[in-house]
């Protein structure tokens, strides 16, 4: 991909602005204005992180040597036929959105000589149902799993992997459990780094200063993508493509920043604090359920960075058009104003599927013939769009070229960008979770983890085993 013109997605906000929406309803010249020296404070804050090795998001599509992540694929592509991804919170969602986005669509479900690699799992619960059936869906085939954890303590990946680790040694012997094994972690602590150490076992390394809901463009989220026939590369290009974009200090030449300041403005100025993302291509569904985590776990804050309460954060969902619009868009529609859409639309489809001209004499269904699906799925985005923009309803737009490599990692780095503006805007911490370690201290604590006796009192009573 090197040196190849990465085509580049856009954002248009106008649709967020009273002049499109009519007055009192979406932003005005002065909340522009007035946010203007917070933004630029902000940005001077990112640019010090980022000199100080704190934030490495914009760094990591270049000064990553993906090496490592491309032998391990390769020599998994070989030899499995299917690989197993244990992991949760960031740790999971980032490869599902890779391969839902570009692998071809019921990947699993192709013939061997079809896919470019082996079937991919991602389990990110520990639910017994689903794990059972997988374990059960497994059985006489050459599996490899690839535990992701950035801390290695995480209880639901820990006891997946405890399970998975007693039955594959069992099965293949020590040896052969070297091949099938690969580790996702911190690069010096935690126990998964510990285990590797000790047992031999392939370990590939998460950047200690990238977090879990940030970390799709290292390993744990690479490793997968390679390994199902993803063109790492392309994505990585155009990650970085869309870094030196979201390095800008002027919002309206940093993407980022546009689209962080004006989600930002629509919540603190307007109230519009429910942020839906609905793209209108399949393969973009889950990449709509990786931005809902990315931007509640980052956003959602009790304090401030000095410590006030302020319990901050938009609430994200992921919608899919246009199937949602039977379904959610109702409520945008007609509900309260609390809501800002985000459309993701894609400029060309991979195949095209014409609608015959077939009931002709049928004047509902006559006009639908000579179309194809397609453009069908493009005009019922269009005609949502502008259905929200006439009842006043606050939206943007993001058009991506097509849903491949080089787009979709524009993509993923424009909102991890954004995400980090917009946690400074709220002047919140971004890159961390107190809420989310509470709830794991909690578990270990109920569970009888050493040392976490004093977090097992806490949970009352009534809330616990019954048994
Ligand atoms: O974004 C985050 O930091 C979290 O969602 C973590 O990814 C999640 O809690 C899992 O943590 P770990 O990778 O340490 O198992």
Redesign the pocket.
Known sequence: MAGNKIAPIRLDVRHMFAASLGRGLGLSAGHLERIKPLAATVHDDLVRQRRRGELLIHRLPQQQDTGPVKRVARRLRRTVQDLVVL?????APGAVALQTALCPPFYNLLPDAKRKGPRLFVMDNVDPDTFAALLDLLRGREVAVNV???????AE?MAQFMVVYHRLKRQLGPDKLRERLILTTDPSSGNLRRIAQEEGLTALDVPPAV???YSVLTPVGLLPAATVGIDIDALLSGAGAMARRCSKADPVANPAYALGAALHLADAALGRRVHVLMPYADGLRQFAAWYA?LWA?SLGKRYDRSGREVNVGPTPVAALGATDQHSQLQLYMEGPLDKVVMFMFVESFRRKVAIPKVFRAIDGLSYLGGHDLGRLLQAEGFATRAALTQAGRMNLTITLPAVDAPSVGQALMLFEAATVFAGGLYAVNPLD?PG?ELS?KLTYGLLGRPGFEDYAARVPTDMRFKN
């Open positions: 992991g949760i919170g960031g740790s992701i954890s950035k801390s290695g303590g995480t990946t977090g879990g809901r985590q776990e979770q989310v794991k």
